[in-house]
């Protein structure tokens, strides 16, 4: 799993159960839900933004699964740059 700056932020053995919470994949795009929504959110002028917990938050996750076999190496993989995870409105 890449953070949103393409770094691996979490990584599953062979075999094992793949497993995330929302607020892993949250942080993973750096989402807080207690941030202000973007600017735009704000329907009155003058008054600060809601924040995402109130407004909702879009989160984005593109999932590639890939069986390489046990004869594989991980160079074989057949996208070499996955795209990281994203939070298409940052703040």
Do not use: C, W, Y
Request: charged residues 20%; hydrophobic residues 35%.
């Amino acid at each position: 799993m890449l953070d949103k700056n393409g770094n691996v932020a979490k990584s599953f053995n062979p075999g094992s159960v793949i497993r995330m919470t929302v607020g892993e994949m949250l942080s993973f795009a750096n989402v807080n839900l207690d941030d202000r929504a973007p600017l735009s959110a704000s329907g009155i002028p003058g008054d600060p933004p809601p924040f995402n917990r109130m407004t909702g938050a879009l989160l984005e996750v593109d999932v590639e699964l890939v069986n390489l076999g046990k004869e594989s190496q991980v160079g074989d993989h057949p996208n070499p740059n996955p795209k990281p995870i994203s939070n298409p409105n940052p703040t």
